[in-house]
T-cell receptor, first 112, second 115 residues
Framework: AQSVTQLGSHVSVSEGALVLLRCNYS??????LFWYVQYPNQGLQLLLK??????LVKGINGFEAEFKKSETSFHLTKPSAHMSDAAEYFC??????????FGKGTRLSVIA | GAVVSQHPSRVICKSGTSVKIECRSL??????MFWYRQFPKQSLMLMAT?????????EQGVEKDKFLINHASLTLSTLTVTSAHPEDSSFYIC???????????FGPGTRLLVL
């Protein structure tokens, strides 16, 4: 069975500061890993994904994540937060045709 | 990224009526679509997997007679909430799986309010 743990339901950073959102997964097979962002009253938008190959994945809006198998982690980072980054972020895992398994989400607040 | 549309974006209905929500993949074909429900400030809960040309697979605890799913074509899946009650009020989100990109893309969601 697959599962995802997102540490911290709420993260607050200052504008211009580093963003770090943590995600750890559990999977019995090599996983596919995803980060999605959700703005209020909207669906989910794909930020980035890891399937195979390079473990450092770059996504949209300046975000990137690194797949670390030894740590079973896929943390999301952005060097400099912008006010528009304030949203809910979901880490998810799947393999093949299986449905996505989501973490509980992390709400990111950006303080001016 | 790929585009998935959902219609309507918001619906208000009376208790006892049925509501149909459409999910369309606009620029790719999807043999598999998913329906999720999201409660305020919570994560997405998978309700069912919609398979084109066959019956949907429902998650444990989801009433298949209550939430009817039809995957009529490779670009369209519908969710019908039958005899809706106030407790069915929620945010419903669909997603479509792009096999080529091995990725699920999500619709914008439908806010259902049952009075």
């Amino acid at each position: 069975a697959q599962s995802v743990t997102q540490l911290g339901s709420h993260v607050s950073v200052s504008e211009g500061a580093l963003v770090l959102l943590r995600c750890n997964y559990s999977s019995s097979v090599p996983p596919y890993l995803f980060w999605y962002v959700q703005y209020p009253n909207q669906g989910l938008q794909l930020l980035l994904k890891y399937t195979t190959g390079a473990t450092l994945v770059k996504g949209i809006n300046g975000f990137e994540a690194e797949f670390k198998k030894s740590e079973t982690s896929f943390h999301l980072t952005k060097p400099s937060a912008h006010m528009s980054d304030a949203a809910e972020y979901f880490c998810a895992v799947s393999k093949g045709n299986t449905p996505l398994v989501f973490g509980k989400g992390t709400r990111l607040s950006v303080i001016a | 990224g790929a585009v998935v549309s959902q219609h309507p974006s918001r619906v208000i209905c009376k208790s006892g009526t049925s509501v149909k929500i459409e999910c369309r993949s606009l620029d790719f074909q999807a043999t598999t679509m998913f329906w999720y429900r999201q409660f305020p400030k919570q994560s997405l809960m998978l309700m069912a997997t919609s398979n084109e040309g066959s019956k949907a697979t429902y998650e444990q605890g989801v009433e298949k007679d209550k939430f009817l799913i039809n995957h009529a074509s490779l670009t369209l899946s519908t969710l019908t909430v039958t005899s809706a009650h106030p407790e069915d009020s929620s945010f419903y989100i669909c997603s479509a799986r792009d096999e080529g990109r091995e990725t699920q893309y999500f619709g914008p969601g439908t806010r259902l309010l049952v009075l």
